[in-house]
């Protein structure tokens, strides 16, 4: 007869999670499933369904629970007692391995579940002596068998209740000083806020067309209402892109649309589908924004995090999956989430939906941000010759320019400019003949034009006429205007000024040399 020892409770518990935050995960997503049983039994609406997370610091105590089918007093032992030994259905349900309920065994001095079914007046009670556990586990002189230590560590009561209540609730009581984390309740917020089956934010603009292509196509996004401590959690999704700014933070971008996509299989079978955002792909999204990068989610619960899709080679660079913000919904019933729920379990379906997915994720999404940085540069050209244009032209209207030797390197500066702006052109048209009928490249150049294109102005297509001199009479120079001074200072001046030119900043140069020449013109 096999001897399973207790070292698998301690894989199973204390060695199973880097983050200790995905305990929450776990309870969340067996109470999703036992809330879809008891719509699907006609015991509440999806409306009426609740997942309700309690967090109390002060008191080193958490709760998590649901209003979902329960369990029977008569299956409650057999199902409490059983460890990786699920009933659930691996195709279907979303906690099927039946090793979820045992994660927070490694934060806590007990954790206790108790339920009740409809139909009956009795609450089921199991509480785990936590620390026992611990203590055994490090214990060389105790070597009781995994079996043998949980009927140590587990006891079962029983209490009153209404014959119409259904619940199932998880509490870990008095957590561990070193599991801190789980009582962080803005560090669990926004931990379930990505992870979580839960709707999008009200205000995220493109939450109705993801719906209504989920629904065109009979897609099915699960959604629950999760609580904590009585506020209600949405993934926050937003149409802005933000970037730090003042201790604070300023819209960079904004997404413009979003654009989807289906995978099939061979037979026509649906794989996956997803949403991304069309943005003006810029830079990468900043760490402020929290949703950034394509999520990787099964039955709407995030599988891994924003860099699980470039961890599994799917992007060209590793850089590229932070330019973009979306969702893959992983659909194949074959698609099985591992146990750490950081990718799939390796078999021919995730090998066919790596194979499927990668030619987006490889080759178009870096097309994608690699042609809109060219797009952007081209217009960039094109906006600094008008610019560079504008402000000569200004300057030989005020006598601006130092002397004829700095409105002639304006003028080269501009030729030079002009053979730039030409070859921009040619981009700009290629881009534009190219991605023609390509929607999501029709957008980004869009946006872009509305950003960088330089505007109509009657000046960007002069040729500034050739510096025939200083003493040119149609023409003044800063200088001359310093009435006071003779020629010969004026040209000293002018002198002055060109060293300050040659060895300042552009910008610094300029405040400077115009702080000088109003301080000469008083």
């Given at each position: 007869m096999?001897i399973i020892?207790?070292?698998?409770?301690?894989?199973?518990t204390?060695?199973?999670?880097?983050?200790?935050?995905i305990?929450?995960?776990?309870?969340?997503?067996?109470?999703?499933?036992?809330?879809d049983?008891a719509i699907q039994?006609?015991?509440l609406?999806?409306?009426?369904a609740?997942?309700?997370i309690?967090?109390?610091?002060?008191?080193?105590?958490v709760?998590?629970?649901?209003n979902?089918i329960g369990i029977?007093?008569?299956d409650f032992v057999?199902?409490?007692?059983?460890?990786?030994?699920?009933t659930?259905?691996?195709?279907?349900?979303?906690?099927?391995r039946?090793?979820?309920r045992?994660g927070?065994?490694?934060?806590c001095?007990a954790l206790?579940f108790s339920?009740?079914?409809?139909?009956?007046e009795?609450?089921?009670?199991?509480?785990?002596?936590?620390?026992m556990?611990?203590?055994?586990l490090?214990d060389?002189?105790?070597?009781p068998s995994a079996?043998?230590?949980?009927?140590?560590?587990?006891?079962?009561d029983?209490?009153?209740?209404?014959?119409?209540?259904?619940?199932?609730?998880v509490e870990?009581?008095?957590?561990e000083?070193?599991?801190?984390e789980l009582l962080?309740?803005?560090?669990v917020?926004?931990?379930?806020?990505?992870v979580a089956?839960?709707?999008y934010?009200?205000?995220?603009?493109f939450k109705?067309?993801?719906a209504?292509?989920?629904?065109k196509?009979?897609f099915?996004?699960?959604e629950?209402?999760?609580?904590?401590?009585?506020?209600?959690?949405f993934?926050?999704y937003?149409?802005k892109?933000?970037?730090?700014?003042?201790?604070?933070?300023?819209?960079?971008?904004?997404?413009?649309?979003?654009?989807?996509?289906?995978?099939?299989d061979?037979?026509?079978?649906?794989l996956?589908?997803?949403?991304?955002g069309?943005?003006?792909?810029?830079?990468?999204?900043?760490?402020?924004n929290?949703?950034?990068?394509?999520?990787?989610?099964?039955?709407n619960?995030?599988i891994?995090?924003?860099?699980?899709?470039?961890?599994h080679?799917?992007?060209k660079e590793?850089?590229g999956c932070l330019y973009?913000?979306?969702?893959?919904?992983?659909v194949?019933?074959?698609?099985?989430?591992?146990?750490?729920?950081d990718?799939?379990?390796?078999?021919?379906?995730c090998?066919?939906f790596?194979?499927?997915?990668?030619?987006?994720?490889y080759d178009t999404f870096?097309?994608?941000?690699?042609?809109?940085?060219?797009?952007?540069?081209?217009l960039?050209r094109?906006?600094?010759?008008q610019a560079?244009q504008?402000?000569?032209?200004?300057?030989?209207a005020?006598?601006?320019?130092?002397?004829?030797e700095?409105?002639?390197?304006s003028?080269k500066?501009?030729?030079?400019?002009?053979?730039?702006?030409?070859?921009a052109?040619k981009?700009?048209?290629?881009?534009?003949q190219k991605?023609?009928?390509?929607?999501?490249l029709?957008?980004?150049?869009?946006?872009?034009r509305?950003d960088?294109?330089?505007?109509?102005?009657d000046?960007a297509?002069e040729?500034?006429?050739?510096?025939t001199?200083y003493?040119?009479k149609?023409?003044?120079?800063?200088?001359?205007?310093l009435?006071?001074y003779n020629?010969?200072e004026?040209k000293l001046?002018?002198?002055i000024?060109?060293?300050?030119k040659?060895?300042?900043p552009?910008?610094?140069?300029e405040i400077v040399?115009?702080?000088?020449?109003?301080e000469l013109?008083?």
């Amino acid at each position: 007869m096999a001897i399973i020892g207790k070292n698998v409770i301690e894989n199973l518990t204390t060695a199973m999670y880097e983050d200790l935050r995905i305990i929450y995960r776990e309870y969340i997503q067996n109470s999703a499933d036992s809330i879809d049983k008891a719509i699907q039994r006609g015991l509440l609406s999806p409306g009426e369904a609740r997942i309700e997370i309690e967090i109390d610091a002060d008191k080193r105590y958490v709760s998590v629970r649901d209003n979902g089918i329960g369990i029977a007093v008569a299956d409650f032992v057999r199902t409490m007692s059983s460890i990786a030994d699920s009933t659930k259905d691996r195709t279907e349900d979303k906690g099927f391995r039946g090793i979820g309920r045992l994660g927070g065994i490694s934060s806590c001095k007990a954790l206790k579940f108790s339920c009740s079914v409809r139909g009956e007046e009795t609450v089921s009670i199991c509480i785990w002596d936590a620390q026992m556990v611990r203590d055994i586990l490090v214990d060389g002189q105790q070597n009781p068998s995994a079996g043998e230590l949980v009927d140590m560590a587990t006891s079962y009561d029983q209490g009153s209740c209404d014959a119409d209540d259904h619940f199932f609730l998880v509490e870990l009581i008095d957590i561990e000083h070193s599991s801190a984390e789980l009582l962080d309740e803005r560090n669990v917020r926004e931990y379930l806020q990505s992870v979580a089956p839960i709707p999008y934010a009200t205000g995220f603009t493109f939450k109705s067309k993801i719906a209504e292509f989920a629904q065109k196509n009979g897609f099915t996004i699960d959604e629950y209402q999760v609580f904590i401590n009585g506020d209600r959690l949405f993934k926050p999704y937003s149409r802005k892109l933000y970037e730090p700014h003042n201790h604070s933070k300023k819209a960079y971008d904004e997404l413009s649309d979003v654009a989807f996509e289906i995978f099939k299989d061979a037979d026509d079978e649906v794989l996956a589908w997803m949403w991304y955002g069309v943005s003006k792909f810029e830079k990468q999204i900043p760490v402020i924004n929290p949703m950034r990068g394509i999520r990787l989610r099964k039955a709407n619960i995030q599988i891994g995090d924003e860099n699980t899709f470039s961890t599994h080679g799917f992007y060209k660079e590793p850089r590229g999956c932070l330019y973009f913000v979306g969702e893959v919904f992983a659909v194949g019933k074959n698609l099985i989430p591992n146990a750490r729920r950081d990718y799939f379990n390796l078999n021919d379906t995730c090998r066919l939906f790596e194979s499927t997915l990668r030619p987006l994720f490889y080759d178009t999404f870096y097309t994608v941000y690699h042609r809109a940085n060219e797009y952007k540069k081209a217009l960039q050209r094109q906006a600094e010759l008008q610019a560079t244009q504008q402000e000569h032209s200004q300057k030989v209207a005020s006598g601006g320019f130092i002397d004829a030797e700095d409105q002639a390197a304006s003028e080269k500066k501009i030729e030079e400019l002009k053979k730039a702006a030409e070859k921009a052109a040619k981009t700009i048209e290629t881009r534009e003949q190219k991605e023609a009928t390509d929607h999501v490249l029709g957008r980004v150049y869009s946006a872009l034009r509305s950003d960088y294109a330089p505007s109509r102005d009657d000046t960007a297509d002069e040729t500034p006429p050739p510096s025939t001199g200083y003493a040119e009479k149609s023409k003044s120079y800063m200088t001359q205007s310093l009435t006071k001074y003779n020629r010969r200072e004026q040209k000293l001046i002018s002198r002055i000024y060109s060293i300050l030119k040659a060895i300042l900043p552009r910008d610094t140069a300029e405040i400077v040399i115009s702080k000088i020449q109003e301080e000469l013109s008083k």
